[in-house]
Every structure is written in C-alpha cells, then in structure tokens.
C-alpha cells in the first residue's frame, strides 16, 4: 500500500490497515444544498482524475425512480436513534442476555447474529410447507349475468363520441410518426414496441381528442399520456417560455416517479419538466415554475399553493390537462381542489383522464369537461393482470388475533424480499415495522406519518434491495412502479448476503460492477468486489474475488472495468477513485474505488442496470376495502408482462369482498393453508416480543415529545427575533372551510374526539383489537363509498363546458289552485277576482241556477258575471267567497 502511495496512487486497504472512517452519508451532508455537495465532491478528486466525472443515477435520467434528486429537496427530521437503530439496540441487547443465560463466553456479537438467523431460517424452512388448493370459481346462472351486465350498462352516464377497445397488435411507434428525439429517448429505455394502451391511445390524443382512458395496472399509462405531450410539445413556439402542460397525480412518489419518466423520454428533446408536490422544497419550486416549464407534474394541494403565492404563475395557458389515476383525483378528498385548479386553467385545452379503475366520478366528469371524448378502454376496471397469481388466505373466526404471525411467516418463510405488504392503518404498519424488525427481517414503512424524506428514503431503500419487505398503506398502492435492483442471495464466510449487479454505459464504454452489501443491525458490514462477466457476452462469473481489473481488455467490443475492493491489485499504471467507503463491524473500515484506465475518456459515464426486478410479492394484511382498492394494491406487482403473486388474508367478515374478487378474476384464485404449527411458532414469538415492542414504542414517544416541545422553542425564538417576518401563506379555503372539509372526511368512529377519549380509558390491546381495529376502519370506509353510490348523482360542477343554452329550463313548481288565486295580480285574475265566479265555475260548487241568456249579455265576462248572486258579490264579500273556494 505505501509503495502504491509512493507511486502517486491512493492506495486499496489491506485487512489489517487502519483507516479513517468516513460514514456512507453524514447527516450535515444530507442537509447540504446541491452545489455545496458538488462542490465537496470535486475537492476529494485526484487532480489528473476527469473532474467531470460523476457517478451514477443520480443524474441518471435511466433510473426508475429519482429519489436522490428529490430526496435532496424534501427536509430531514433530527432524531437521536432511527427507528431501525432502535431495533437492533434491542435485538442485540437480547443476544448478549441469550448468550449470557446460556453461560456461553465471549461471542463475536455479528457473526452469532447471523448463524442464529441461518439457524432460524433453516429450521422454519424444515417446517411443514404451505399448501396450496386452486379456487373453485361457482358458476353463476346465465340470466343473473345478463341482468348485472345490464345494470352496467345502464350506469353509463357520458356521450362518448368514439369508443376504442381494440387497437393495432402490429403497431410500432415508427407507424406513429414519433419524431426522431423521442424514438431515441424509448430506445434508451429499451421500449421497443407499444403496449396495447400506448398502441390505442397515442394516435387520438395526438390528434388533440379529449379521451378518458383505462386498461389494467402496469400496462404503461404513463407513456400513453407523455409520449404524445412532448410529441405536440416539439412544436410549440419556442420564442417565449410558456406552461402548456399539466399532468396531476395524487401521491408525491407518484409524481415523482412520472416525472422521471417524462425525463427519460425527453432526454433527447429541449422540453423542461418540473416537479410541484407537498413535502418538497417549496422555495426550489417557485423558482422553477418562474422559469414556465413546459410540462409541470403535480399533486393538487401544492399547485394550489403555488398558484395563490408563486407571482406569475397560471395556468391560463394549459393546453393539455392530464389526470392520473383519474378516480381518484376526482373523488371526494380532492373535489374542492379540483374545482378550484379547473376553474382556473385554460378551458380550451385539451383533457386526457387515466386510471386502471374508471369509476362513475370520472364519468361524471367526462360527461362535463370532456369535449367529443373518446373512450379507450383495454381492459374492465375490475380486471387484474393476467400474469397475477392470486391467492388468499383463510382466518377463521377465533383466530383473527393471528394475522401478524401469518405475516411474519410468510415474509420470514417464503417471501423474503421485494415484497410489500399492505396495512389499513400507518399505526399498525408502524408496529408491523417494529415486530418484524425485531424478528430480523429487514423491513420498512411507507405511510403518511412519516416525513417526505422518510417516505423518499424507504422507496429508494426498497428499490435498492436495502429493505426486503416495505410495509405501507394505501399511499403506495396507486401507480408506483417499483423496479428494483435484482439481487443475489449468495454466502460469503458463512454470512447470507446480496450481489447487486450494475452495468456502467457510456459513449460504447460498458463497464461492469458487481458490488456486495449487507445491511444489518444499522452497520453495513460489506464490502468486496466480484469478478463479474457478462453472461451475455458469452462469459461467465468466475465467482468471488476480492479484485478485479483488466486495463484495455476487450471483450467483444467492450471495454471491462472494474470498481474493486482492495488486495493484491496491481494497479500500475491505472487510477483510482474513491466512490464509497463503507463501515465494516466497529473497527473496520472497507474502501470500494472506481478503477479508471488512464488516457480513456470517462466523462459523462452513467450507471445502469444490469438486471431489475420488479416487486415480486404483495400481501394484504387484511382485504381491501372495496374492488377498486384491491385491484390497485395487487397491481404493484405482475407489471410489464412480468409474473407476480398476491396474498391477501381474508376473515370471516371480509368474505362478501372476497366474492367480489372471485366474480370479477379472469384467472384460477388459489388457498394458501399455512400450518398450525408455523402459526403458533411466530405467534409465540411474537408475544416474547410485546415488551421489547413497547419499549421502543415509549422511546419513540419521548422522543417525540421532546422534538415537538425543542419545535415550538425553535418557533418561539423565531418569532422573537424576526417579528415581521412571518409572512403568512393564502390558500383558496378559509382555514375554518379546510377544518370542516378535512372533519366531513374523517371517518366517523375515528373522529379526534373519540381518538382522545380513547387514550383516557388505558386496557391491555390484544391482538384481536388491533386487527378488530383495521377491519373497522376498512367497514366504515366501504359502507361510505357505499352510502355514496346510492346517492343520486349529481352532475359534478367543474363544468366551464356547459351549454347555457342547451341546459334545460327549470321545471316551474306547481303552485295549488289556492295560492295561485290569492297572489295572482295579473289582469285577467284581478277581472276575474272582481266579477266572481264563471257559469261553470258556479256549477260545480251547486250555485248555478241556469245558463245565461246569450242576448242579454255583454262584454268580455259576461258569462262569468252572470246569475243571482252577481250584485252581491261585489264589495268586501268578494275576498271571503274566494278564500273559501
Ligand atoms: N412500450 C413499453 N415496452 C416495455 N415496457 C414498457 C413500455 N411502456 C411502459 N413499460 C413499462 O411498464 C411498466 C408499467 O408502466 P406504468 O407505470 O406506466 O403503468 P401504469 O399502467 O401507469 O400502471 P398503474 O395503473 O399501476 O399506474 C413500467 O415499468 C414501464 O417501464
């Protein structure tokens, strides 16, 4: 190593070398602002090195999602101990005890750590295996089925002016016309022929149709609407910037992944695309929307925001106004936003509404702010991908309290990684977050009560293969595109671990990594580098190695190189960069570096992946609350064509939702049986871990506390120091109208109120109330969606595209004879009124005594003047004569 150093090299480590620990990402850099980080970045560089360089997808338009880019602008929470630092405080804290009981000496902590996982998961892999039954499907009388298609029919409530179901199996993009830019752009995203949704959808809407789409989750949504955006978007006139696009979704990771799409497709092209979502920088937004973008991704709330308070911009000039997951958008927990965000924009543009699920708001909608839609629809909305493999598994009555040992099974047992398992509540997937990470299954959560860093954080750890199991509420179950790094479970001295492999292009320069990674009990233990071939090119993985370079060497064309660790390299002649350094056990540190032949131009190179997976497994805690929502959940997985599998676990209460899925699912549904005996294994488990659970549940409150009381001390101080300087933000709603929105949308047993009275009276929870507690939560939501269908439906009022003209006149209400009588002041009521009752009139109350003779009478009432009592009724009596009639 000195003699490397001497030579003008930095050096790779030797095992017993000691070295300065630098951690993987220090908070204080976290927190700095972008050009800072650069900046820092460039310092480190060897001089000689191409200072240009950078590494990875962080620029890397290839990447499925954008996380780092957007983690850089959402704010971090200070907390002493993560929630994961918390469990493995804990989980180490019982080894010592374990080990100390069993009057053992001196273990080396991590390395039993690990043996006693192999051991448990070697002995539940010896356990008795999961059955698996296929569904029988009843079959249904044919006239019932007719009748329901007809109830569907009937439902239909839009004028589509043009119905698509079917498009072009031959369909290229060529036949499409996509310019030139936009090809370049799919091909680098290797899409080389349009899915049956793009295929149908892409040439109305280039045509500038409104249209109101659905085909089923995964099938490619996103690049049916942005193709032909930045298609038309190409010819705009360029002399002055202008916002001509907006594409609203209802999550954040939503938008951002959208975002990333649009990036990726118009790589080639001079469009700008700009992120306006909650959690984000705010002040990083404003600036960019300044700028007028030509296409802005957003999510209601923040656009409202930025429209109130961001000077100059409107959306006045939108010419395209897309809504993803376009039920949801219109569905009541954005009705007011919508309205308001319609009202505003452009009412010449053109609509495109997209969603794997269409349901009455939307149709609604089309039958108002549509204009000539077209209605493209591949699939049902109840339809699943045919890929999906469905299956479910039965709770019985008195044993609902073993959900979260059922789980814990199977993420421990069979689905081990890229898997996401769905809770109804974010407390009881916090929870779920605790107990399984005191099992030592590697977990995380994504919900709403976490920070948008924390929620970045956790996706991109997922997608990472970081986190084998995300445990999230239905934030995440609506359009996210989870693609992750495909990892390999393979053994290094005796520890489980995974090999990620990356494929580094650029300019015809492919350059192969293979990096190894553990993560476990908050410290990385890591870190050597693989030979690694690729396969592909007709060679092989010659399997573990601590280094591997090769200047020069050609293989077919490309060029290998080699990010290595380390050892007995012979690094003559080549530079090296260091790219990571990563933290191994307490006292070791490990150094990864970026070989990089001298004299080869590297600038601009870009990280790709060898080889992504999608999520594999997505398992429901309980069953959703309504079809729409399972659809959703399941459809994270079997994306694109690819295969995937879904677990849902039903109880008794939950049966009538399952004959829902049954009647709609167009592939055989399976039964899970999960022995008795695994059940009772973890659910013994997990019951020796409820004080452990609470113990990290009472530190995080304190923590809490403390952070929330330090807030509103940091509050105070600002205030005092900079008393003017509170500026004040406008919203559309006055904030008591937000309360009372927010209020009407609570679900009632679940009212503030009621949540605090609740803490007053203390009991013991039991595993039966906490899953009590979801499928509640999961029944009031279904009996308000349903309490909603039943209502008539109104038309909904986002409707600038009303013909007045054509809007039907108010039928008038029919006053009675009565009423009509005593307020008419007409002419002819007033004569009528003065002369008293006509012959006929006198007839049918039995006053007439004969008809008048014609001779005898003049003018216009005479027929109604006639008789006895005509004196009479002149004067005062007039008035009581016609009230009593
Ligand atoms: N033409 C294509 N060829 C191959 N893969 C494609 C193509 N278009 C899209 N994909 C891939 O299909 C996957 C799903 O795409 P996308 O997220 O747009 O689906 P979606 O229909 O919007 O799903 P959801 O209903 O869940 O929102 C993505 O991984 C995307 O990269």
Not at 511 to 516: E, F, P, S, T
Not at 731 to 758: C, I, P, V
């Amino acid at each position: 190593m000195a003699e490397l150093r001497k030579l003008g090299f930095i050096a790779t480590i030797e095992e017993n070398d000691s070295l300065h620990l630098a951690p993987e990402s220090s908070s204080s850099e976290d927190e700095a602002p972008a050009g800072e980080k650069v900046k820092k970045k460039k310092k480190s560089k060897i001089n000689s090195f191409n200072q240009s360089f950078s590494f990875t997808d962080q620029f890397d338009p290839q990447s499925a999602f954008n996380f780092d880019h957007a983690l850089k602008f959402a704010k971090r929470k200070r907390e002493p101990s993560t929630l994961d630092e918390k469990i493995a405080k804990v989980r180490k804290r019982n080894k010592k005890e374990k080990s100390a009981d069993d009057d053992e000496d001196q273990v080396n902590v991590e390395n039993s750590d690990d043996e006693e996982i192999e051991e448990e998961e070697s002995s539940d892999e010896e356990m008795t295996a999961d059955s698996i039954r296929t569904k029988e499907k009843k079959k249904k009388k044919k006239g019932k089925n007719k009748k329901t298609d007809f109830e569907e029919e009937e439902k239909e409530l839009v004028e589509f002016s043009e119905t698509i179901d079917n498009y072009d199996e031959k369909a290229t993009f060529q036949d499409m016309n996509v310019s030139r830019p936009i090809m370049k752009g799919l091909s680098r995203m290797n899409f080389a022929k349009p899915t049956p949704i793009q295929a149908a959808t892409i040439p109305v809407a280039l045509l500038g149709r409104d249209l109101c789409a659905c085909a089923v989750t995964g099938s490619g949504k996103t690049v049916a609407f942005m193709l032909p955006i930045l298609e038309r978007l190409l010819y705009r006139p360029k002399n002055t910037a202008v916002t001509r696009v907006l594409v609203l979704v209802p999550t954040r990771e939503l938008a951002v992944q959208v975002h990333t799409v649009a990036r990726q497709l118009s790589q080639f092209t001079n469009v700008e695309c700009c992120l306006a979502v909650g959690g984000l920088d705010l002040k990083a937004q404003e600036a960019a929307l300044r700028l007028s973008p030509d296409v802005v991704i957003a999510t209601p709330g923040r656009l409202i925001d930025h429209l109130q308070n961001s000077p100059n911009f409107t959306l006045r000039n939108i010419e395209i106004l897309v809504l993803d997951e376009a039920d949801r958008m219109l569905d009541e927990y954005f009705a007011e936003q919508m309205k308001e965000i319609i009202r505003q924009s452009s009412q010449t543009r053109q609509t495109m509404l997209f969603s794997a699920t269409m349901t009455e708001e939307v149709k609604d909608l089309a039958a108002v702010s549509l204009k000539n839609p077209v209605k493209i629809f591949i699939n049902q909305s109840t339809d699943t991908a045919l890929s999906l493999r469905q299956e479910f598994v039965r709770i019985r009555a008195n044993r609902e309290g073993e959900r979260e040992a059922i789980i814990a099974g199977l993420v421990a047992r069979t689905f081990r990684d890229h898997c996401i398992v769905f809770i109804q509540t974010k407390k009881q997937a916090h929870r779920m977050h605790i107990v399984l990470g005191l099992l030592g299954v590697n977990v995380g959560e994504l919900h709403g009560n976490l920070s948008q860093a924390q929620r970045l954080e956790s996706l991109k750890m997922f997608k990472e293969g970081l986190i084998d199991v995300l445990l999230a509420t239905d934030l995440a179950a609506r359009g996210l595109d989870i693609e992750g790094v495909k990892t390999t479970e393979v053994r290094y001295r005796g520890v489980k671990t995974k090999l990620y492999l990356h494929l580094l292009v650029d300019r015809g320069l492919d350059i192969l990594v293979a990096k190894r990674q553990r993560v476990r009990e908050g410290v990385k233990t890591v870190s050597y580098i693989e030979e690694l071939k690729d396969r592909d090119r007709g060679l092989d993985i010659e399997g573990l190695k601590h280094l591997l370079v090769d200047r020069g060497l050609d293989i077919e064309g490309v060029k290998l190189f080699c990010i290595y660790l380390d050892r007995g390299l012979d690094i003559e002649g080549l530079k090296l960069q260091v790219i990571s350094t990563f933290t191994c056990r307490q006292d070791r540190g490990l150094e990864l570096h970026l070989l990089v032949d001298r004299g080869l131009d590297i600038e601009g190179l870009k990280l790709q992946r060898l080889d992504i997976e999608g999520v594999k497994t997505v398992i429901n805690f309980t069953m959703p609350n309504s079809l729409k929502h399972y659809v959703h959940r399941v459809g994270r997985t079997a994306r694109a064509g690819k295969k995937g599998r879904s677990v849902t676990l039903v109880g008794e209460q939950e049966r009538k939702m399952l004959k829902e899925v049954v009647k709609h699912a167009k592939t055989p549904l399976k039964t899970r049986v999960i022995p008795q005996e695994v059940i009772g294994k973890y659910r013994d488990k997990i019951a020796k871990l409820e004080l452990d659970v609470k113990e990290i549940e009472w530190t995080e409150q304190e923590e809490k506390e403390m952070r929330a009381t330090e807030n509103q001390i940091n509050k105070a101080n600002n205030l005092l120091e900079n008393p003017g300087d509170q500026h004040k933000r406008d919203w559309f709603q006055t904030h008591k109208q937000r309360m009372q929105e927010q209020a009407d949308l609570r679900l009632g047993e679940f009212s503030l109120s009621k949540k605090r009275n609740m803490k007053k009276e203390k009991k013991v929870v039991t595993a039966e109330d906490r899953v009590n507690n979801e499928l509640l939560k999961s029944e009031l939501y279904a009996a308000r969606m349903a309490k909603k269908e039943r209502k008539p439906k109104k038309m909904r009022a986002f409707g600038e595209h009303i013909d007045k003209s054509k809007k039907k006149k108010k039928p008038k209400i029919k006053k009675s004879a009565f009423d009509d009588e005593l307020t008419s002041t007409s002419r002819t009521a007033l004569k009528k009124f003065r002369a008293g009752p006509s012959y006929q009139e006198r007839k049918e109350l039995g006053m007439a005594a004969k008809k008048p003779i014609r001779g005898k009478q003049s003018g216009p009432n005479r027929g109604k003047q006639s008789g006895p009592n005509r004196g009479k009724q002149s004067g005062p009596d007039r008035g009581k004569q016609s009230k009593r009639r």
